[in-house]
T-cell receptor
Framework: GAVVSQHPSWVICKSGTSVKIECRSL??????MFWYRQFPKQSLMLMAT?????????EQGVEKDKFLINHASLTLSTLTVTSAHPEDSSFYIC???????????FGSGTRLTVV | AQTVTQSQPEMSVQEAETVTLSCTYD???????LFWYKQPPSRQMILVIR??????QNATENRFSVNFQKAAKSFSLKISDSQLGDAAMYFC????????????FGQGTRLTINP
């Protein structure tokens, strides 16, 4: 079955530093990947849609300069949280859609804590 | 913009009983997909069931079935013979067939199974 690997599972960083989260489709090609943010006891909020070889499409209210998304290959998308602050602490989840398909496979998520 | 509403923040059911989770959505599209996802404490998103809007027949997956009422824009999930492992957050989600095909999630319903 389709598997998406997301790393790291958890990360603690100091305020002002940058953190990169990777989302990799292991056994299928994903033209489109999605990045979500989830606060405790809340739903998943879409941050951006990542398309291979082109610029990501950000949802309204999401700072594109703060949350840098790169989708350089059909199997890898990365989210970099730049100049992280404590309010960026959250659970980040990626999802990949198989090229030509309409199923979504989710990564296991990354818990980011900024201290 | 499409919206998904889950009006039940929490539900509980006795083990082996049946429970129904509600979901309504709003869209002007005629063709789309609807999903129910389960998020256990591990926070891994697990697909429970999927419904294609052009199909009149309600989707079924073992103990899980949906009641899809397209005119009413309602998409409820029925869990039969509830098991302790069914305890989780359940999210209803919508995606268009065309365009970005991003998933839009409802607020979620926390399901508790009482032994």
């Amino acid at each position: 079955g389709a598997v998406v690997s997301q790393h790291p599972s958890w990360v603690i960083c100091k305020s002002g530093t940058s953190v990169k989260i990777e989302c990799r489709s292991l056994d299928f090609q994903a033209t489109t990947m999605f990045w979500y943010r989830q606060f405790p006891k809340q739903s998943l909020m879409l941050m951006a849609t990542s398309n291979e070889g082109s610029k990501a499409t950000y949802e309204q209210g999401v700072e594109k300069d703060k949350f840098l998304i790169n989708h350089a290959s059909l199997t890898l998308s990365t989210l970099t949280v730049t100049s992280a602050h404590p309010e960026d602490s959250s659970f980040y989840i990626c999802s990949a859609r198989k090229t030509g398909g309409h199923g979504y496979t989710f990564g296991s998520g990354t818990r980011l804590t900024v201290v | 913009a499409q919206t998904v509403t889950q009006s039940q923040p929490e539900m509980s059911v006795q083990e082996a009983e049946t429970v129904t989770l509600s979901c309504t959505y709003d869209t002007s599209e005629s063709d789309y997909y609807l999903f129910w996802y389960k998020q256990p404490p591990s926070r891994q998103m697990i697909l429970v069931i999927r419904q294609e809007a052009y199909k009149q027949q309600n989707a079924t997956e073992n103990r899980f079935s949906v009641n899809f009422q397209k005119a009413a824009k309602s998409f409820s999930l029925k869990i039969s013979d509830s098991q302790l492992g069914d305890a989780a957050m359940y999210f209803c989600a919508y995606s268009q067939v065309r365009g970005a095909q991003k998933l839009v999630f409802g607020q979620g319903t926390r399901l508790t199974i009482n032994p």
